[in-house]
């Protein structure tokens, strides 16, 4: 598949999103942006939740990440899937009853403005990485098998890439993705199927005989349980990505933003629980796929893409889906899985990051009638204008495969946020609001030197994602040291 025929793409399906949002984003109003109008079907939120969790990441990273964990990743699957029932049925109701905008203000509500501003800086600096990290991925497969030919630096790539997600995301907001992300999760469970059968075909397996097939056995360990100081062992993986789940879904104001638009508490806790077994079912099949494309590489000889000299797996799926001769229709299939991967994370990361900003920094529902829209529009470009520095910025600092990275950084993000909402909801303890974010600060920087202790200092131990936790227990016990004395809360 030719650049200009990519590019040709990329443009009707832009389109089509700018069709959306002309239909969605009549309103232009701030209420619909942030909230839709509280009128969302809850299958259509769950439905296309999944496309904005798999993101671009998933659809790459996580099959090129095959050869060198296996199936390790189903095991923090599986514990995702435990915490999104804790997501449904403690923190959803909590939201709903409250009637939140920003589920921050539950912090102001519980301990004090310093409280909700601390846990807003924390989401909107995971939130800036996570999103960096997914876009970064996207751009550097459209600028090696795209801009490349065309001479275009990967700097335009980035804010040609963002001012696409602007331009259809300024009008409607949430309203738009709650539509957008339906089409794009569709586009990318389409690609991953459609993949699997034509790589298949091309090896003369049915999808029987290569669930069956010796190859396979050679990467779908996903059971590691010998080992207990080993990194990715079960039980380590398995908790790390129950409370990833509860803090980059159930804590981020991106993925709640989407469940606060259901009409009402049940109708958000079934398009959670039913999100959540679709999500695990999807991500098996990404699994197979890179399994699948690995075989498919070293039966035909194909070696793994080089990016500034060095090997990068997350290319390995790009490279055969466009350059191996399979076919246009794999071709078209994998750039529609994508651009939908793509737009899918970073329309809702933009959005949810000016609705943030503007409600748990700048107060805009406390301003005038007149300058709220002014303050959001505003807001917009300048989370846009952010995101492409740090994407940029991506391309000369990160080293290792996307995904491990973004689950890291995760550790240490949001584990402030997972300890300030801990403690209050499972005690009843006031604290001295103005310490907090010395509390959060010093959680961090604990578990950075934590994170950094050579295994041998630690008997073997190897750390891994149970880091989140422990930064969160961190915080918890640092919010029980500033508590007040009872006579204090009087």
């Given amino acids: 598949?030719?650049?200009?025929?990519?590019?040709?793409?990329?443009?009707?399906?832009?389109?089509?999103?700018?069709?959306?949002?002309?239909?969605?984003?009549?309103?232009?109003?701030?209420?619909?942006?942030?909230?839709?109008?509280?009128?969302?079907?809850?299958?259509?939120?769950?439905?296309?939740?999944?496309?904005?969790?798999?993101?671009?990441?998933?659809?790459?990273?996580?099959?090129?990440?095959?050869?060198?964990?296996?199936?390790?990743?189903?095991?923090?699957?599986?514990?995702?899937?435990?915490?999104?029932?804790?997501?449904?049925?403690?923190?959803?109701?909590?939201?709903?009853?409250?009637?939140?905008?920003?589920?921050?203000?539950?912090?102001?509500?519980?301990?004090?403005?310093?409280?909700?501003?601390?846990?807003?800086?924390?989401?909107?600096?995971?939130?800036?990485?996570?999103?960096?990290?997914?876009?970064?991925?996207?751009?550097?497969?459209?600028?090696?098998?795209?801009?490349?030919?065309?001479?275009?630096?990967?700097?335009?790539?980035?804010?040609?890439?963002?001012?696409?997600?602007?331009?259809?995301?300024?009008?409607?907001?949430?309203?738009?993705?709650?539509?957008?992300?339906?089409?794009?999760?569709?586009?990318?469970?389409?690609?991953?199927?459609?993949?699997?059968?034509?790589?298949?075909?091309?090896?003369?397996?049915?999808?029987?005989?290569?669930?069956?097939?010796?190859?396979?056995?050679?990467?779908?360990?996903?059971?590691?349980?010998?080992?207990?100081?080993?990194?990715?062992?079960?039980?380590?993986?398995f908790v790390g990505g129950m409370f990833i789940t509860i803090c980059m879904t159930g804590l981020d104001q991106d993925m709640m933003q989407k469940n606060l638009t259901c009409r009402n508490l049940k109708d958000a806790q079934k398009n959670m629980v039913s999100f959540s077994l679709v999500l695990v079912l999807v991500t098996f099949l990404f699994m197979l796929l890179g399994a699948l494309l690995f075989i498919y590489a070293n039966k035909n000889g194909i070696g793994i893409p080089l990016m500034d000299g060095a090997p990068k797996t997350d290319l390995l799926f790009p490279e055969i889906a466009l350059n191996s001769g399979l076919g246009i229709t794999l071709s078209i299939t994998f750039m529609l899985g994508l651009i939908a991967a793509a737009y899918s994370s970073a329309d809702s990361a933009l959005t949810s990051l000016t609705t943030s900003f503007c409600v748990d920094f700048l107060d805009v529902e406390k301003k005038p009638e007149p300058k709220q829209k002014r303050i959001r529009k505003q807001t917009h470009i300048y989370m846009s204008i952010l995101l492409i520095v740090v994407i940029i910025a991506f391309k000369y600092i990160l080293s290792r495969n996307v995904i491990d990275s973004l689950l890291i950084v995760a550790g240490y993000t949001y584990g402030p946020l997972l300890g300030l909402f801990a403690f209050g909801i499972f005690t009843k303890h006031q604290i001295k609001d103005k310490y907090v974010w010395i509390v959060g600060i010093l959680s961090v920087v604990s578990i950075a030197i934590i994170a950094n202790i050579d295994s041998k200092y630690l008997g073997g131990y190897v750390m891994g994602y149970e880091l989140l936790p422990l930064n969160g227990l961190l915080t918890f016990l640092g919010l029980w040291l500033i508590k007040k004395k009872p006579s204090t809360d009087l």
Avoid: C
């Fill in 1 to 237: 598949m030719s650049a200009t025929q990519i590019l040709l793409l990329i443009g009707i399906y832009f389109l089509v999103l700018l069709l959306i949002s002309y239909f969605t984003g009549r309103n232009d109003s701030n209420a619909d942006f942030f909230k839709a109008g509280k009128q969302s079907p809850w299958y259509l939120v769950a439905f296309g939740m999944v496309g904005a969790s798999l993101s671009g990441v998933t659809f790459i990273s996580v099959p090129g990440w095959v050869e060198a964990s296996q199936f390790s990743y189903m095991q923090v699957v599986m514990g995702y899937l435990f915490g999104y029932l804790v997501v449904a049925f403690l923190l959803l109701p909590i939201y709903y009853r409250m009637n939140l905008t920003s589920i921050y203000e539950y912090l102001r509500e519980r301990f004090g403005p310093t409280s909700h501003k601390t846990g807003a800086f924390f989401f909107f600096v995971s939130r800036v990485l996570g999103a960096a990290f997914r876009l970064f991925l996207v751009a550097i497969v459209l600028q090696q098998f795209v801009f490349d030919d065309f001479g275009i630096p990967f700097e335009i790539t980035v804010v040609i890439s963002i001012l696409l997600i602007w331009i259809y995301t300024n009008r409607g907001g949430i309203k738009t993705i709650v539509w957008t992300d339906t089409l794009q999760t569709t586009f990318m469970i389409l690609a991953v199927i459609l993949s699997i059968i034509f790589i298949n075909r091309e090896l003369n397996w049915s999808f029987g005989e290569f669930i069956a097939s010796e190859e396979l056995k050679a990467y779908n360990t996903f059971l590691y349980t010998e080992d207990f100081l080993a990194r990715n062992h079960f039980i380590k993986s």
